[in-house]
């Protein structure tokens, strides 16, 4: 381990959206904004250095950042069609389970936890969160410990279980991964916490913006364009590219950068795609950075109709699992960004079922992990398909279609 914890970090709770974190606010331009402070949970926009390494970025094009391609965002009459299948009461019950899911205690958590023994263990903790162990370090992946991923503490989704662990008991950690700003993935409850660390936090450009303003000192932060390293003991953490979008307020769209994420050690290697749509760049980044001993891809969340182009499919996920060790499977596929929060139109337990067939008909092998189970890669992995017992199942028939409608490019 490379670094400790000064003192234990307090279990993250909401807090209200017009909190502040004791930081000083960035300064409002003139207008309503100046009459109304930004809600904390807004986090803050890149001011001096920030922006001008912002502005400096080749993703930084037209005054926001942009997917290396074209990408389709909801068009007004795609977002109306949603509104039959939305309240529906047979489609609504499916996007949940029916009994709560298992929680395991992860192999971290234990008194007197002993190292994995290959040097690679993984835990995945819901939605997109991952503890990784890795050569004698803990990374952990897009923390979000909150009960809700919203600015507000009353109203948006809410979690479909609790937290298998409290974050405290993960203590300490080397590294605080984070892939983007969206609240699925950056929560302000669980950075606080973190805050009075001594964890590292490694995140995309901009995105120490929100950090700061939520206490989190300039001198832990580490702060990438895509292709850009970090070193944190012995572990090396790359920004690699994504096919996304950011914001977390309703005017700065596109102020901060998004990101896939390579950590590599003297052994092993693993990939977090982050959120992302598939594109051809997964090749290229196996190309410059595997082969990995264990990738956690975006699986849950999708919608090839509404939102076609910034989340993957499972079918999408596994085959950007096999781009990325070269188009020969190798490795281990952890399927995230789902079970945790209803995001999307699909049934609750839908992206893994989906992910085991397309993992079969590829060869690609597959980890299953009940929430907070513990898995080596190099070992036996977890295969059993748990959700099943806990589903709702349809009267008769799938409960959606997934056809494409028309949607219209978000950027260029």
Known sequence: MTSSSSSPAPTPSDQPAGQTSGQPAAAAPRGWRARWPRPAAFGAEPAGERLERVRRSPQFRGGAFRNERPTRTMT?????????????????????????PPLVRPA?????AAAPASGLRLTWLGHATVLAEIDGHRVLFDPVFGTRCSPFTFAGPKRLHPVPVPLADLLPLDAVVISH???????????RALAGTDTVFAVP???????????????????LDWHESAR???????ATPGQHFCG?????????????????????????SGDTGYFPGFAAIGSDHGPFDATMMQIGAYDTRYWPDVHMTPEEGV??????SQGSPAGV???IHWGTFNLALHPWEEPAERTVRAAAEAGVAVALPRLGESFEPGGDVPAAPWWQAVAVRPAAGPARADKPLSARPADG
């Open 232 to 238: 944190v003991g012995g572990l090396t953490l790359t």
């Open 319 to 324: 085959r950007a699992h096999t781009d990325l």
């Open 248 to 272: 977390r307020g309703l005017r700065n769209h596109g102020r901060t950068l998004w990101a896939s994420w390579v950590v590599a050690g003297p052994r092993h290697r693993v990939f977090h």
């Open 108 to 112: 971290a958590a234990a008194p007197g």
């Open 333 to 335: 596929m952890l399927p």
């Open 205 to 223: 450009l901009g995105v120490g913006a929100h950090l700061e303003r939520w206490g989190v000192p300039p001198a832990r932060l580490r702060e």
């Open 181 to 191: 700003d969206h609240y699925d993935h950056l929560d302000l409850p669980t950075v």
């Open 76 to 100: 007004p009459g795609a977002m109306l069609s949603m509104l039959p299948q939305l309240l529906r009461r047979a489609d609504r019950v499916r996007r949940a389970p029916a009994a709560p």
